[in-house]
């Protein structure tokens, strides 16, 4: 099939290369945006249960 393509096949490999390249930096980016919206969520639980254990917590809010 690549044969077929004639003599721009390295140019179309190195295009699909770019955009595989480009789809895996976009999934670690989310990936990482997705971590730190559970850290942060974890540190607020854990604050959360750090205010409860002292009695802290406003339950008639």
Do not use: F, N, R
């Amino acid at each position: 099939m690549i044969s077929s393509v004639g003599s721009d096949a390295p140019g179309l490999a190195t295009a699909l290369m770019k955009q595989k390249t480009s789809e895996e930096q976009l999934a670690v980016t989310v990936i990482k945006k997705s971590q730190d919206i559970e850290k942060a969520q974890g540190e607020a639980a854990v604050k959360l249960i750090e205010a409860a254990a002292l009695g802290k917590i406003d339950t008639y809010a």
